[in-house]
């Protein structure tokens, strides 16, 4: 929890609102339980799913319709999700809004809740540049799916999803990462290519919908969180109703269960944005501010020397750990005078600078792209690549010759446990590479962006109340003039090497699938 990562003075100062919020959802959850209850004493009779159905129903041959918030997922709450939508589709303000209206959500009913909710994330927003529900909400909508819930999807044999949210936010989620055949959420209104706010009425048209894509006659067994008569479970005579005591028991869906491996994910919020833990970013975020801009200035100022030391004394832990291919001043190529090349994966821009703060001296660092705030603001030498082979081999070269170099092959960041596809130009550069495995550790703020500013990259990953880098160097690994080894094989032994250090996972995707899947581009930046 976000809590946790604060000073501990500040600690006392939050106990006791986030006390009194606790309290208030408590009292608020018991209510919906009882009124829950008495409701459905007056439905018909369904029955409450079990292990039974799990392991012993035949559901292979039949068409299985889910109440998607109210069967897969185990937070009874939706508003961490439209509380992504505002912060990272719209603005802090956006956001700041909706936390402050939290209250009276919690008071009105499920349906206007979800109304009000969509107004405030929605509105204004543009339809075409809308991206968070393919590039920030599936990751959040994984880590919240039940195992047992998920267990009886893979069962059947074609998978509908009904949803209470907007299509816009679930379908990515569940047609690309849990396989569903056919999704039906509600549609936003639209006009002149901007969200207006507001839902269009789906009533009695969900079933009709489903019938049309699956077939009357076909089998169909229905899942719902609430014994209620929605228009869309008489689809099927099947019903079967998944109680709130049985969903508080779940068990997170493992990572390694996932059908579909969650590589990319955007967004800058490092936590799942429920009240209390907004509640704490918005207290901290003046203080982070005022805490970026310092130690970013300890940064550029301080010797490297002293860097850690103050550095860990402010929230930012460095991890460093060496081995001979640092240690030994004569690993020099000085048959070519080069310098020593450190080839890492990338997790931030901030990368070599860690290099330089663990091995105390300054060296110069090439990237592809690199905003213009950033390059001003590096207290290192940094170069710009032109993504054409020939010239940038000129321009590394050249940097070697001069001292050392580092370079992150992978070309782009990535926040999830897999290294991206690295190029090989490295390999052919120098004789002596020293692969570098780095980790980073945030607590509140993502200091990478695909589809923001990536001129704040530094200062947001500066805000977090603690942070941690862990930078480990590795044995020294020979180019290819000094092997027959080709500069694919060089590059791909130093990816698995660096893999097996962090314990991630080799990927051959590159830079392009990143953007193309986040942002929607091929990852250009303009200099700015």
Known sequence: ?????????????LFMPLLLLKLHNNQTKALKRTLSNTHASHSRSQTLISDHVIHTCDLSNKTLIFDVEGTLLRSPSMFAYFMLVAFESGSLIRAFVLFALYPL???VDDELSIKIMVMVSFFGIKKDSFRVGSSVLPKFFLEDVGLEGFEVLRRGKKKVGVSKLPQVMVECFLKDYLEFDHVFGRELKVFGGYFVGLMKDNKNIIRHRINEVVGEDYDKVCFSNKPVKHDWIACSKEVYVVSDAKKKAWRILPRERYPKDLIFHDGRLAFRPEPLNMLVMFMWFPFSIILSISRIAIALTMPYGATIPI???TGVQVRLKNNNSTSNPMSLDHKKHKGRLYVCNHRTLLDPLYLSFGLKKPFAAVTYSLSRMSEILSPIKTVRLTRDREQDSKTMDKMLKLGDLVVCPEGTTCREPYLLRFSPLFAELSDHIVPVALDTYVSMFHGTTASGLKCLDPFMFMMNPRSAYS????????????????RYDVANHVQSDIAKALGFECTSLTRKDKYLILAGNEGFVSKR
Do not use: C
């Open 1 to 13: 929890m976000v809590f946790k990562a604060l000073p501990y003075t500040l600690k006392l100062i």
């Open 311 to 313: 550095m860990s004394f």
């Open 105 to 107: 959500l919690a008071l």
């Open 471 to 486: 930078v480990r160097f590795l044995d020294e690994v020979h180019g290819t003039s000094d092997s027959s080894s080709t």
